[in-house]
């Protein structure tokens, strides 16, 4: 069998990896902190890889933003205010911008190259919400900008990398205190746990330092075509979180002038209020929690 001379080769596991054909090349360089390849794809449209590994795509992106942000500003009162940590694909920030009732963003992303990119080359999925004028652009590191500001916001959405090694400090518990310091009362905090079941050390225990830094926290899962995994989410606040059914889903919404969705929506927002066995059972082993003095990073071997 003939092998595409273009593919990316991106290891899943420890014993399997993945192959995903590229048709054509539109960018490719390296920045000032990792490689970035906007190419084409038989299967999933205009495509985005960092470091070699796919972030996110045309045709499936959906799948992973609406999943983030949505649960989150459909179950807040009334989100005016919101942070974006990372996300420098704009998916979040489009989302966030369907809002009428949001009357600032502001959006802290690390790499400014990767901006510059995606709104030159990724428009379709993120449009023209970097031109949005509720949007305040800071570059820079997201740890940083939470313990130097003294602002607070309805909603915080984490949009990051996994927890390896240059993200591991925003994973761990002090952060999420920061976070929580953050937010205005009734706020909210989303991000997404990792995979339970390619990574389920991770899951378990993103999800038991949430637990030491809220006092209400709701998790679900969202399957991604673009990652081939089940994705987990949670929102997490001090104050209870709603409990919607579909037709209060559909009015706050409507309400907030959201008519357009594809993967969100009142019909599936019940399964995005629990987890399914297996993801519950990971979460009866003991874990660690991730600190700053012991962050936990992704595949690294715990001696």
Not at 76 to 88: Q, S, Y
Not at 158 to 167: C, G, Q, W
Not at 182 to 201: E, V
């Amino acid at each position: 069998m003939n092998q595409p001379k273009n593919l990316f080769v991106e290891e899943f596991s420890p014993s399997m990896t993945r192959r995903i054909e590229v048709s054509r090349t539109i960018f490719s360089q390296r920045t000032a902190f990792q490689q970035a390849d906007v190419v084409v794809t038989p299967d999933f449209g205009t495509t985005l890889f960092l470091d070699g590994r796919f972030q996110t795509s045309e045709r499936d992106e959906f799948f992973y933003h609406e999943s983030l942000v949505h649960p989150a500003m459909v179950l807040h009162p009334n989100p005016k205010t919101v942070l974006i940590i990372g996300g420098g694909d704009g998916g979040t920030l489009e989302e966030v911008c369907l809002y009428r009732t949001v009357e600032r963003v502001r959006m802290v992303e690390l790499d400014p190259e990767v901006v510059t990119i995606c709104r030159e080359h990724l428009q379709s999925i993120c449009g023209q919400a970097f031109d949005d004028p509720r949007l305040e652009l800071s570059i820079g590191d997201g740890r940083a900008f939470i313990e130097q500001s003294k602002e607070r916001f309805d909603v915080i959405l984490l949009d990051l990398t996994d927890p390896l090694e240059p993200s591991k400090f925003v994973y761990t518990q002090e952060f999420y205190q920061l976070c929580r310091e953050h937010l205005n009362d009734q706020g909210i905090l989303a991000l997404h746990n990792d995979s339970p079941f390619f990574y389920p050390d991770a899951f378990n225990v993103i999800s038991k330092t949430l637990d030491t830094a809220f006092a209400h926290k709701l998790q679900y899962l969202t399957f991604i075509p673009g990652y081939m995994l089940d994705f987990a989410f949670a929102v997490c606040s001090q104050q209870p979180l709603a409990q919607l059914d579909g037709e209060a889903v559909r009015r706050r919404l409507r309400e907030r002038g959201i008519d357009r969705l594809m993967s969100y929506g009142p019909a599936t927002h019940p399964h995005r209020s629990s987890l399914p066995g297996y993801a519950l059972k990971i979460l009866e082993a003991p874990c660690r929690v991730s600190t700053d003095s012991a962050p936990y990073v992704l595949g690294a071997v715990v001696n």
